[in-house]
């Protein structure tokens, strides 16, 4: 098992800046990746960014530029750095964490941690 403690999140204006935290605890030896996925109100739940554990980075390509994944192993912890944000960011954002053990693979999600930009 593994738990996840999100933070990090609030309000901000377009053109901020934010960074939201993930901390891992419990079964982390098995941890492959990491990574950030929002969902909008009405909308399907969509990835983010993603980390492996070697610290190989894949972004949706429509945030390129603006956010930055990053994992300090050491801490356990993957951050999402959010820059030149705008109203369509607003979002929950939810942490997500891959175990793998032998052949099986799990997902386990944080609690989310609400983005909103105002205008």
């Known amino acids: 098992q593994v738990q996840l403690v999100e933070s990090g999140g609030g309000l901000v204006q377009a053109g901020g800046s934010l960074r939201l935290s993930c901390l891992a605890s419990?079964?982390?030896?098995?941890?492959?990746?990491m990574g950030w996925y929002r969902q909008a109100p009405g909308k399907q739940r969509e990835l983010v960014a993603v980390?492996?554990?070697?610290?190989?980075?894949n972004y949706t390509d429509s945030l390129k530029g603006r956010f930055t994944i990053s994992r300090d192993n050491a801490k356990n912890t993957v951050y999402l750095q959010m820059n030149s944000l705008k109203p369509e960011d607003t979002a929950v954002y939810y942490c997500?964490?891959?175990?793998?053990?032998?052949?099986?693979?799990?997902?386990?999600w944080g609690q989310g941690t609400q983005v909103t930009v105002s205008p």
């Open positions: 980390i492996t554990s070697s610290g190989r980075a």
């Open positions: 997500n964490v891959r175990t793998i053990l032998v052949t099986i693979l799990t997902d386990y």
């Open positions: 419990g079964s982390i030896f098995s941890i492959t990746s």
